[in-house]
């Protein structure tokens, strides 16, 4: 709802108290009225006395000092006092005369529906400046009005100069706890059971309220948050021993619904979620066609752009829940680069996800828990992204769910899609932002430093475990979000700057206990490097920015190809309509010192992109870039600077998510149609495509019968021809197959090398693993001299292999003909592959 429409509510139920008032008769007060409080079940006339004393003692005896609402459908309820007593005024819904009629005369939405039909006609019904909701028993002390009062008063200083429009009170021992359905994220109070209102405003919430049952506190405060009003928090203390406690009427006084019904308080809960369940729903068919070629042959289809990835990341599972199964350090293993093993810390084991999936592996296998990770993770993405749009810069729905829909399947998403879960699987990352955000604004609404901080650090500590390199860049793109807000309202950002600080002191408190030990093993443990190397620029060609990806509707995988270092790191390719769009939104929206900031945010992120050097198109030149700052920084010198564009992602869904919550608010028709056909233009170029697929490698007979065993001693290993690396992998697929069964010489992970320990992918190459991989992809074997034959025996030693085994391939016979010459002895044929025996105690 727009501004102007809360304020035509706030009017129409003005007018609809004011008309409630005119039907009384002339003993009515039919002028202001300071304070409502309004009570959704029927009182004992001696609960009636202790409310009259107190408010009169409050508020003051004079007319329009108070008025008491009290909304039931019992016939029995006490009419003695209300009959005598002019503020105090009975609703019944069942009345033909009630107090509270539709606009259409229909009076059954209240009539014994529930606790939200009650409230909502109370409130209605209520002419007071504020409007105080509590319950029969008087479960929160009356005396604590003063404070929620204090906390509303427009003269309380507040962190953004706004007074609150709402004031939950919240007891310590949970009385007033009475609803089992939390109202809005990060507030403890989760129900209205003891809350103080703006009246207008109240009855502006209540009137825009659908639920009747209990729900309908979730839905009002939901609603509040929504308009961008502000609702503070209040801890009630418990009860004073000088107050008197509550009377066993008291506490046994029949309320309009008794006990919340479960059912009904669920069926409220799914009215109130459908529109978001529609839009997660609408997510998950959109991440099932991206990946619809790997659901329908799980068995045989490979990700045809994946390259090794697939294979690496089922590899990942496998081993994840073999070493948890087995009670093995699930940081390492020996499964693969044999002697030296592999550091799985050091690698996107994804450990946050692979350790909680594995009774999925363990009942369905690897490639299934590879699929749904990937189906599952990107929809999860954008549905964290669509909640934190819809919660934090636009109130249409369809446009938050537009805006989270890009940031989690933009082109560079999509690319990351073919094998990098850990880059497309980023649903913490909004809920991380979101809870900084929440530190900036201090104790602004109920919000607690401490408690948004230790969230914070629970959450980088699930990130940390499930993709670090995603919550590093994701770090760089909140640091230039605050320095641009910094440029942009020096004096808010300089405000935020000490609780987000204090916030952040209290997350690493959180966070480092817990990942000391894992931190420690990926950087000082076995198999640990200092950074990697992926090439002297892995930046982007300023080009790639404007370009369309392979798999999107626009794409051309040749063009796509030459401006990116393969299919999986695509890592901008938003396309120049996109881009301009976001541009056009900038200039647009550009008063909204959000925008400015995201704005330079964004564009930071692309010159960052770009490199330490950046080579000018169609021309020889090549010029410094503003990575060169940061190319040497510790973490960051193992970063491919390309993905830093991804950064963009999200910004580019947050600028559209604005545009069209601004498009569909404007008042002509033919300017909404112009402004949605611009964002269609944006964006049909980019939408993704399927990701196609193909057959995948068979794994040899050898394998599957388990022969291998016969051949393979424990501790023993496997040495595939050629051996598995960053190039070809199928052999850690063969390894699955096997249930880890055998170790693997060779291998595709992230390992050391050298005496400097720099990170490379794969093991570490040796004479003989080279010389089979050059001959198996078309170099011509060499002369085999004696000093071959001992360099390959000195290999076959250090990577205690008990089997050579070559399967019929391309070129298998030069292959053969090598090995044989090499290990001075024929091969033995097993089914589909040529196998050599090489273990201890051999010839």
């Not at 039919?30 to 408010?55: D, F, K, N, Y």
């Not at 009855?203 to 009002?220: M, N, Q």
């Amino acid at each position: 709802m727009s501004g102007e429409s809360a304020v035509g509510a706030d009017r129409e139920s003005r007018a609809h108290a004011d008309a409630h008032a005119d039907a009384q008769d002339g003993t009515r007060w039919l002028g202001a009225v300071g304070l409502s409080v309004v009570i959704p079940a029927p009182v004992p006339e001696h609960t009636l006395t202790v409310l009259r004393e107190h408010l009169d003692a409050h508020c003051g005896t004079g007319p329009g000092a108070w008025e008491l609402i009290l909304v039931t459908d019992d016939a029995a309820a006490p009419a003695t006092a209300a009959a005598a007593e002019p503020r105090i005024r009975l609703i019944r819904p069942d009345d033909s005369d009630s107090d509270v009629d539709s606009d259409d005369g229909d009076d059954s939405a209240v009539r014994g529906r529930g606790k939200g039909a009650a409230l909502r006609a109370g409130v209605l019904a209520s002419a007071g400046d504020r409007v105080l909701l509590t319950d029969a028993a008087l479960s929160a002390p009356l005396y604590e009005l003063a404070r929620l009062e204090e906390a509303l008063d427009p003269g309380t200083p507040q962190a953004d100069d706004a007074p609150p429009a709402v004031v939950l009170g919240r007891s310590r021992n949970g009385l007033v706890r009475t609803l089992g359905i939390p109202g809005i994220p990060g507030f403890r109070a989760d129900t209205c059971a003891f809350a103080l209102f703006d009246g207008d405003r109240a009855r502006a919430a209540f009137g825009a309220s659908t639920l009747d049952g209990p729900a309908i506190d979730a839905e009002v405060l939901r609603w509040v948050r929504r308009q961008g009003w502000h609702v503070a928090e209040v801890e009630l203390p418990a009860r004073r021993a000088d107050a008197p406690a509550p009377t066993e009427a008291q506490t046994q006084t029949p309320t309009l619904t008794p006990r919340p019904d479960r059912r009904q308080a669920l069926a409220d809960l799914f009215r109130l979620n459908a529109g978001g369940l529609a839009v997660a729903g609408a997510f998950l068919l959109l991440s099932l066609y991206v990946f619809q070629g790997l659901w329908t042959d799980l068995d045989g289809a490979y990700l045809a752009d994946a390259l090794q990835d697939q294979n690496q990341w089922e590899w990942f599972v496998g081993v994840t829940t073999d070493n948890i199964t087995h009670l093995r350090n699930p940081l390492f293993t020996l499964s693969q680069g044999m002697p030296d093993g592999v550091n799985l810390m050091a690698n996107a084991t994804m450990l946050g996800l692979n350790v909680p999936l594995i009774p999925v592996t363990l009942l369905f296998g690897e490639t299934v828990t590879f699929a749904l990770v990937l189906t599952l993770g990107m929809a999860a993405s954008a549905w964290t992204w669509y909640w934190l749009i819809r919660r934090r810069f636009v109130r249409s729905r369809w446009a938050a769910a537009a805006g989270g829909a890009l940031a989690a399947f933009a082109p560079p998403m999509v690319s990351h899609a073919n094998g990098h879960p850990n880059f497309v699987v980023l649903f913490m990352i909004p809920l991380i932002i979101d809870r900084a955000l929440r530190l900036c604004e201090g104790h602004r609404e109920g919000h607690s430093v401490t408690r948004d901080g230790v969230l914070l650090g629970l959450f980088a500590t699930y990130q940390i475990f499930i993709g670090e390199e995603p919550l590093l860049i994701a770090a760089l793109g909140m640091l230039l979000f605050c320095l641009a807000y910094l440029v942009v309202d020096r004096r808010r950002a300089l405000a935020a700057a000490r609780p987000l600080g204090s916030g952040l002191v209290v997350a690493l408190a959180v966070c480092l206990p817990l990942v000391a030990v894992p931190l420690y093993w990926q950087f000082f443990g076995p198999q640990s490097y200092h950074s990697v190397l992926h090439g002297d620029n892995a930046g982007n060609s300023p080009r790639a920015l404007i370009e369309y990806a392979s798999r999107s509707l626009f794409g051309d995988p040749e063009t796509a190809g030459k401006l990116s270092l393969n299919t999986t790191e695509q890592n901008a390719f938003y396309g120049w309509p996109l881009l301009a769009f976001g541009v056009a939104v900038c200039v647009w929206l550009w008063r909204s010192k959000a925008v400015r900031a995201l704005a330079l945010t964004g564009f930071a992120a692309l010159l960052l992109s770009l490199g330490p050097w950046v080579p000018v198109p169609r021309t020889e030149i090549v010029l410094p870039g503003p990575w060169r700052l940061m190319i040497k920084l510790p973490l960051f010198e193992s970063v491919i600077e390309g993905r830093v564009a991804m950064v963009c992602a999200p910004i580019l869904g947050i600028l559209l998510a604005l545009a069209l919550d601004r498009i569909l608010r404007l008042r002509t028709r033919e300017l909404r149609t112009l402004g949605l056909l611009a964002a269609a233009a944006a964006l049909i170029p980019v939408l993704p495509l399927p990701l196609t697929v193909r057959d995948r490698a068979p794994v040899p007979a050898f394998i599957t019968s388990g022969d291998w065993k016969g051949y393979v001693k424990d501790g023993e290993a496997l040495v595939p021809v050629p051996l598995p690396d960053p190039g070809q992998a199928d052999a850690l697929h063969w390894q699955v197959e096997a249930d880890f069964g055998f170790r693997l010489a060779g291998g595709y992970f992230n390992g050391p090398w050298g005496p400097d320990r720099i990170g490379i992918y794969g093991a570490t190459p040796r004479h003989l693993s080279n010389l089979l991989r050059d001959v198996r992809y078309g170099a011509q074997p060499p002369e085999v001299t004696a000093s071959w034959r001992l360099q390959a025996r000195q290999d076959l030693e250090y990577w205690k292999a008990g089997a050579v085994v070559l399967p019929f391939q391309d070129r298998d016979t030069e292959l053969r003909d090598l090995i044989t010459g090499l290990l001075d002895r024929e091969p033995e044929q097993v089914r589909d592959v040529w196998v050599w025996r090489v273990g201890p105690g051999e010839p």
